[in-house]
């Protein structure tokens, strides 16, 4: 159907299915690489720039998606990524089958009202059957937890084959950046962990470094290598030679007085380095630049200056040291000075040689402590996917150690909600019961997935899975079953918990809602007005 203000109508059940349609189309290029024995994606960009993952959300970020409804599952994938940082892959499949099977129940002349309703009560069953049912308590099971918790978001990547190693190492740089919030609640934080790459040896070779790592060095080889204590100023503004603005014009008639303007631009510059330095600065870092002048005080003065430093690191330091940025020396009264509070206190301050390069680290910040890993690899693809894996295993123990609880993995969780909310949708009597029942169902698409993925009889796998989580929850004997899930190696069922295949129940939960929500918002169009630009006239 046209307007007559020019533009195209599509309403009812053709958008519905555009729609489902675009958004499967979206799952099944992130479904074959879902699970441990999940498969790569190479993305090529218009640049030729060439970026190799499993990474869900890496994946879809990448894909130039022109469809409003392939567009929520693109957001929908970066928002578990934010929140919980793993599971961004299955949260789209998850919601992508939730809304074939809604299409099913629609053309079945049930009313998209009630599908929602449906959809909305199953979601908040499910959650709160992993808390009460399925969730195990961290602090019971130890640090092996914690490194298990890590190794099974590893296990999908790159790195999988070291996950033991590099799992290790995830759990350590989390639990050193361990602090309390002003409500009283532990927080951690991998935003206070930096990860440097360097190209070389194998990645075997990363290493945590205690404290913060620049990939910075001195601006002056006169300077110290090493201080301790250290004042730092962070600065966001050049600490160079004084340059009248563009557009400023000076008429200068006396060529004596020329030298003079000289003189004064170069006073600027000492004032502003002699104003830092008194304060009680014996460390500068700043964004912009440092040139040979105003390094020349520095090296008088025995302090080290950084040039070049990234505003995110800049802003980091400011938070595990306490100072603050200062953007200009300008005060209220019209001239430059600089207040003493801005500064940040660290323990010490060096630089290290790495390689071929030098960095500088920083240790013992005020008010955090930060960690630092040094990734080594081969090449730039190779230490971007590391460096995703990583950040991704990070995030899934951050979000363990503060959620407190973990979940069997392996499809465990998926197979007990499906049987859990067959069981319920028959406790209703009104349309909803379809709407859950098509739910319970949808969830089993991921131990589905897991299964074919790894080459086994997904069928076959997922009755036996559904046969065990049956009889944990309608015989008290077999109450144990709760935790078994596939084992994708052997092609068989068997209790993950043990097995150290465990994952934030965080993640569960915030996938189940928010892929929920997305199918819920898709679900409610039934009507889409493309309106087009009006030709101009020549």
Known sequence: MSFVLGGERTSGQDIRSQNVMAAIAVSNVVRTSLGPVGLDKMLVDDMGEVTCTNDGSTILRNLEVEHPAAKILVELSDLQDQEVGDGTTSVVIIAAELLRRANVLVKNQVHPTSIMSGYRLAMKESSKYIRENLSRDVESLGRDALVNVAKTTLSSKLIGADSDFFANMAVDAIKS????????????????????????????????????????????????TSLSPCKIALLDFNLQQYRAQMGVQVIINDPEKLEAVRQREKDIARDRVKSILDAGANVVLTTKGIDDMAAKYFVEQNAMGVRRVKPEDLRRIATSTGGKICLSLATIEGDESFDPEYLGTADKISEVRVADDEMIVIEGGKDSKSMSILLRGPNDHVLEEVERSLHDALCAVRRTLEHGSVVPGGGACESALSIYLENYATTLGSREQLAIAEFAEALLIIPRTLASN?????????????????????????????????????????????????????????????????????????????????EQQQ
């Open 177 to 224: 950046t361990r602090r309390i919030d002003e409500l009283g609640n532990v927080r951690y934080s991998e935003k206070a962990i930096n990860i440097l790459k360097k190209q070389g040896k194998s990645w075997r070779d990363s290493q945590l470094i205690p404290g913060f790592a620049l990939n910075c060095t001195r601006s002056s080889q006169g300077m110290p």
């Open 454 to 534: 790894a080459a086994k009889d997904a069928t076959d796998l997922v009755a036996k899975l559904r046969a065990y989580h049956n009889k944990a929850q309608t015989d008290e004997t077999k109450r144990h079953y709760s935790t078994y899930g596939l084992d994708l190696e052997n092609g068989k069922i068997r209790d993950n918990l043990a097995a150290g295949v465990i994952e934030p129940a965080l993640r569960h939960i915030k996938a189940i809602q928010f892929a929920t929500e997305a199918a819920i918002t898709i679900l409610r169009i039934d009507d889409m007005i493309k309106v087009e630009a009006p």
